[in-house]
């Protein structure tokens, strides 16, 4: 069964704190994303990684950064967090780097910064 | 600007049918999805779209009109586990993914 895990369901930081949020894949594939999800508004793309060391900006890539060493493994980081930053954070793999193929989704981390 | 649209809220009855609508206007298009999202659980695939038409996959199906800007997804035979929000997305041009902020359904006996 195809996977996308994600390290933390539930995290409570506070406004300041480093935040890291990992994501793990096993299929394979060569493209990673992260995402944050808000009511009301579709998904926001935050980065996007095609390769092992690559990464590139989405549509709001403000306060955030990430690292991809390894080929199943994509990292979000939040240097400061601050409290505009509570949102779900939902990690995503797919094979297709024109995003014409399935994404498939990990559960998703909720992130409350106070 | 890049724009999706999808009802906020839809209610249907158990046994009945249900269409959500979803228009698009974005640069170019590469293809329509639709993905089904359980409250706190993950996105998960649900049809792919690129030419006119309608694609059937068991009790949904999802139809596509480029030269409208239009997609739907007919849900039939609902049952209570379909209650979920469906979300659109659309690949435009330089083939980013452009998300809809998603329909929440639900379903009553």
């Known amino acids: 069964d195809v996977k996308v895990t994600q390290s933390s369901r539930y995290l409570v930081k506070r406004t300041g704190e480093k935040v890291f949020l990992e994501c793990v894949q096993d299929m394979d594939h060569e493209n990673m994303f992260w995402y944050r999800q808000d009511p009301g508004l579709g998904l926001r793309l935050i980065y996007f990684?095609?390769?092992?060391?690559?990464?590139e900006k989405g549509d709001i890539p403000e306060g955030y950064s990430v690292s991809r060493e390894k080929k199943e493994r994509f990292s979000l980081i939040l240097e400061s967090a601050s409290t505009n930053q509570t949102s779900m954070y939902l990690c995503?793999?797919?094979?297709?780097?024109?995003?014409?193929?399935?994404?498939?989704f990990g559960e998703g981390s909720r992130l409350t910064v106070l | 600007g890049q724009n999706i649209d999808q009802p906020t809220e839809m209610t249907a009855t158990e046994g009945a049918i249900v269409q959500i609508n979803c228009t698009y206007q974005?640069?170019?298009?590469?293809?329509l999805f639709w993905y089904q999202q359980h409250a706190g659980e993950a996105p998960t695939f649900l049809s792919y779209n690129v030419l006119d038409g309608l694609e059937e996959k068991g009790r949904f199906s999802s139809f596509l009109s480029r030269s409208k800007g239009y997609s739907y997804l007919l849900l039939k035979e609902l049952q209570m586990k379909d209650s979920a929000s469906y979300l659109c997305?659309?690949?435009?041009?330089?083939?980013?993914?452009?998300w809809g902020a998603g329909t929440k359904l639900i379903i009553k006996p």
């Open positions: 995503a793999s797919s094979y297709n780097a024109e995003n014409t193929g399935e994404l498939f």
């Open positions: 974005t640069s170019g298009f590469n293809g």
């Open positions: 990684s095609y390769d092992v060391k690559m990464k």
């Open positions: 997305a659309v690949i435009d041009s330089n083939y980013q993914l452009i």
